[in-house]
């Protein structure tokens, strides 16, 4: 009998970043067993101070793209002369997601700052500690949404490049006021099947404190 450990180590390394995906719309109920994991994810104080975008528009989704794309140029643009082949390659995967029948956008809000509200923030050098909180805690719903598409067949990937025009992707989906895109997590049947990137050496990742 196969243990839940070795069924999860299998999803977590078969999993892979998927850019390209097939010309096939997901099923609602597909959708919303990917954001039922998202769901059950830890988060600080169990506030959940994160909601999910879900972007299912052809014209909405082409419409991001675009103001991505025009941001990725301006960009190349401002770049070295002898730089400027290299970036416009590098930001061209930006909008790798255009592709995909859905997008998620995972938004998150800074939460009560407990050490900044005692004084501590000088002392302890914690910066914006609510901030830190809302993050993680948008993080740990992102992977476990990638785990859930890799278990269900569908292709994903965790895109934080498009951000480059956080403005306004936020005005193209009405992000409300005081929250923040943390990423874009494309979503579709996958059309490519890429090998699996090297990995560290597990001691090359850890240090044991004795």
Known sequence: MTSSYETLMSIVRERRSVRRWRDEELPDALIEQILEAARWAPSAGNRQAYR??????????????????????????????????EAASYLANFHHFEGAPVVVAPI??????????LGGEEEQGTGDNGGLD???SVAA?????????QALGVGACWMTGPLIARRELGELLEVPRGWEIA???????????PPA?????????????E
């Not at 528009?57 to 002898?82: H, L, N, Y």
């Not at 998150?108 to 050490?115: A, K, P």
């Not at 997590?185 to 099947?193: M, S």
């Open 52 to 85: 999910l975008l879900i972007v299912r528009s052809r014209e909405k989704i082409a419409a991001m793209a675009g103001v991505v794309r025009r941001a990725a140029q301006r960009i190349a643009e401002g770049a070295r002369a002898e730089l400027a082949e």
């Open 108 to 117: 998150y809000r800074s939460g009560f700052d407990l050490r900044r509200a």
């Open 197 to 209: 990137p090297p990995r560290r050496a597990l001691g090359q990742l850890v240090r044991w404190i």
């Open 183 to 193: 990423a874009l997590v494309p979503l579709g049947r996958p059309a490519e099947a």
């Open 141 to 149: 719903a992102i992977m476990s949404m990638l785990l859930a598409a």
């Open 134 to 136: 809302a993050l993680s």
